[in-house]
């Protein structure tokens, strides 16, 4: 290629590169997305939350609070949860812009006494509206109560929904069994019936991170000391961690919290799979999963193959160092706006 012609074709593609991020208001956005998490539980789920809504290419039309296990809750759980979410809200100067709801406090006792929620109906009302073209993503964090409570109601929202959850048993031969082989994952174990319901009744597509691939997310403590010297969100998100052993302490039968240099923050992924995604081939291409029918989901949260299942995903890897790169970016441009 000539000189002249060269200059003149890196000239064109500098200036594209420098339109401003305003220019490009009137993309379509990528998804709506419902927020689903225990907010006052593990504060991964805090993390995740101030992190989803810095994302400009997907939309949050509704947030979830919902229940702990009775073991580790208060018996008012999602009113808790959403009391976190209005904390995170405020310091970031976005009260009042969502939609915000307490999920059910309890899980699903048995498929046939289940009753529909309020959160329950609000999720059933976003997935039946016929003026949103974009598609929804139910991003959960914790049990899946709300939900399998929505499509119980109204099976119709199985093709309008797809679900990313974080939970769950790693599946034979996919990845570390995690440090508890054989026992039921932590959010599985918050409603096995529920999980049950979308996994073996449902049509809901689901992309599953499972314990394996969710405990990668590993964020440094010296990584988290600078974040909450930063800005008043960084303080709040690290006040949260620190108070995880005094929160332990008071569960009965639960150990103390070793101290180590890093901190698992497993709901993140929520935010990789969802918005971190090239715009030329919109899928989370930087992570792994592995393709295969979905199978039965047993009372232990083990898994029974099921040849004719339909297609889910299972990641087994999912790029932190792009999730948290983005993240700490993110919260450093708010705090100097």
Known sequence: MERRKFVGLAMTLASALAVPAHAFGK?????????DNDFAGDPDGLFQLAHHALCSSVKISLIVGSHLPAKFGSGHDAQDAIARVGEVLEIMKLAGKYSII???????????????????AA??????????????????????????????????????IKLVWIGGNTHSGFGNPGAKPGEPEFNFSIDPVAAQVLFNESDIEIWQVPSDAYSQMLFSTAELE????????????????????????????????????????????????????????????????????????????????????????????????????????????????
């Open 27 to 35: 993309q379509p956005a990528l998804a709506r997305v419902i927020l």
């Open 102 to 120: 307490a999920g059910s406090e309890t899980p699903i006792q048995s498929r046939t006494s289940s009753k529909p929620s309020t959160a329950s």
């Open 123 to 160: 999720i059933v009302r976003e997935a039946m509206r016929e003026d949103a073209n974009e598609p929804l993503i139910y991003a959960a964090g914790a049990g899946l109560t709300d939900l399998a409570l929505a499509w119980l109601s109204e099976p119709r929202i199985g093709r309008r």
């Open 226 to 337: 600078e974040l909450g010297g930063q800005s008043r969100l960084g303080a709040y998100l690290k006040s949260r961690v620190d108070a995880i052993p005094e929160m332990f302490a008071k569960i009965p039968g639960v150990p103390p919290v070793a101290m180590t240099d890093a901190y698992v923050l497993g709901d993140s992924p929520l935010v990789t799979l969802t918005a971190l995604v090239p715009p030329m081939q919109p899928d989370p291409t930087s992570s792994r999963y592995k393709l295969l029918p979905t199978p039965r989901l047993l009372d232990n949260g083990s898994y029974a193959e099921r040849a004719g299942g339909r297609p889910m995903r299972v990641y087994t890897y999912v790029d932190a160092g792009l999730t948290f790169r983005d993240m700490l970016a993110r919260f450093r441009l708010l705090s100097a706006a």
